[in-house]
């Protein structure tokens, strides 16, 4: 077995990505556990330490002070990794662990980065695999059927967009995907098992793809 660079994995993406299928796929690697959605409710976390942060700017250690507190941000942090263990439930034998969320899509790019960057400061190492899908495929799903194909494609595209962003900040320790290459079997499965130092096992991987993968 290789040595995991990371220690823990989020799964960046939005709605009938094929998420569902890269998620079977990166649980199928020995000590993985890659929870589903929660509703993106990491998001509120991230808005509390930040309200602590800035609580933290007009602390004060005198009694008769409004803002009476004496934050340890540190301290924090290491309580928001250990929620964030006790929420995905991460047993002893779990190596590497995260979630997959879809609802990037509906945020903006400053919150969106803002997310990320605060999931990898809970337990690091931490990877971003983004997972995207061809536009024209993913609006045939009902789950975008109130949407017309223009919107649907410039949703896609400014998360794209901001997916190379965030990449290109952030190259070593961010890895893109697409549905078609997980279906495919394309070179660039074997490449994400490389970038997450992970020996690829074919017949593993020939049998998540005969399971159906759904939400």
């Given at each position: 077995?290789?040595?995991?660079?990371?220690?823990t994995l989020h799964v960046v993406t939005y709605g009938r990505s094929g998420s569902t299928l890269l998620m079977g796929l990166l649980n199928s690697i020995d000590?993985?556990?890659?929870?589903?959605?929660?509703?993106?409710?990491?998001?509120?976390l991230r808005r509390f330490k930040e309200d602590l942060r800035r609580t933290r700017q007009r602390e004060g250690a005198d009694t008769t002070f409004a803002w009476f507190n004496a934050?340890?941000?540190?301290?924090?942090?290491?309580?928001?990794?250990?929620?964030?263990?006790?929420?995905?439930?991460?047993?002893?034998?779990?190596?590497?662990?995260?979630?997959?969320?879809?609802r990037y899509i509906d945020m903006k790019r400053k919150e969106m980065f803002a997310l990320l960057d605060f999931l990898s400061q809970l337990d690091p190492p931490a990877a971003v695999v983004f997972n995207t899908?061809?536009?024209?495929?993913?609006?045939?799903?009902?789950w975008w059927?109130?949407?017309?194909?223009?919107?649907?494609?410039?949703?896609?595209?400014?998360?794209?967009g901001s997916m190379e962003k965030y990449m290109a900040a952030h190259p070593e320790?961010?890895?893109?995907?697409?549905?078609?290459?997980?279906?495919?079997?394309?070179?660039?499965?074997?490449?994400l098992f490389e970038f997450l130092g992970e020996e690829f096992d074919a017949e593993a991987y020939r049998k998540v793809l005969q399971v159906r993968h759904s939400f």
């Open positions: 077995m290789a040595g995991a660079r990371f220690r000590g993985y556990l890659i929870r589903g959605e929660n509703l993106n409710c990491f998001e509120h934050l340890d941000e540190a301290r924090v942090l290491r309580s928001l990794a250990q929620l964030q263990r006790d929420v995905l439930a991460v047993g002893p034998d779990v190596r590497v662990y995260g979630f997959k969320e879809i899908r061809n536009w024209d495929q993913v609006r045939r799903s009902k059927a109130k949407l017309s194909a223009r919107t649907v494609r410039r949703r896609i595209r400014r998360f794209e320790r961010c890895f893109r995907i697409d549905y078609a290459d997980v279906v495919g079997g394309t070179d660039r499965v074997r490449k």
